[in-house]
């Protein structure tokens, strides 16, 4: 729900961008912000960031003669 919401306010976003010429910088900023807070939310549900269960946790299985 939150991830729809977020979507939603980087669209809105977009368009004051285009309708509000004066302020690009600080919409561009704000877009910037909204879309980073984007993406670590997706790679956290995919598990990729650390401390998430995902493939990349710290947990693998012992290979002999691969690990130290």
């Known amino acids: ?5 977020l979507i939603f306010a980087l669209l809105v ?6 309708v509000l ?4 910088g600080r919409l561009a900023s704000l877009a910037t912000l909204i879309a980073a807070a984007i993406v670590a939310l997706w790679l956290a549900e995919l598990g990729l960031l650390p401390g998430s269960k995902g ?3 710290a947990e693998r299985p012992f ?4 690990d130290r």
């Open 1 to 5: 729900m939150l991830l729809l919401a």
């Open 13 to 18: 976003v977009l368009v004051m961008m285009v």
């Open 55 to 57: 493939p990349l946790t």
């Open 63 to 66: 290979v002999p003669g691969l």
């Open 21 to 24: 010429r004066q302020w690009t």
